[in-house]
């Protein structure tokens, strides 16, 4: 194995199929819903660009690789994929800047002990 994103991983839906079948209706029933192509306040485009943002957030190779190509074939634009990139760089930066204030709260407190 070369990586871990390989295309043949999506082979191991069968263990959802046969292991757990209701859930894998319901979560696909879902994920349709989500991203329906009409019916919604927001847009399809919409949609995948902030799904896009999610998954370069939690760096899932494989929504990064669906989204970013659905993003486009709902009429996404190379700056807008950029843009969105930028935002969930820096709501992952801002997370890092949030989560320092606990840092140093802890280290007050272990200070105080």
């Avoid at 902030?50 to 690789?65: D, F, H, N």
């Amino acid at each position: 194995m070369s990586h871990y994103a390989d295309p043949s991983d999506a082979d191991y839906t069968r263990v959802y199929k046969s292991e757990t079948p209701e859930m894998l209706k319901a979560f696909l029933a879902f994920d349709r819903a989500v991203f329906a192509p009409e019916g919604t306040a927001l847009s399809l485009k919409h949609r995948e660009l902030i799904a896009v943002a999610v998954a370069l957030t939690t760096q899932c190779s494989y929504c990064i690789e669906a989204h970013t190509q659905n993003a486009v074939a709902a009429g996404a634009t190379q700056q807008e994929i950029a843009e969105t990139s930028w935002v969930a760089a820096a709501i992952r930066a801002g997370g890092g800047f949030a989560h320092g204030r606990m840092a140093f709260k802890f280290a007050e407190h272990a200070h105080a002990v």
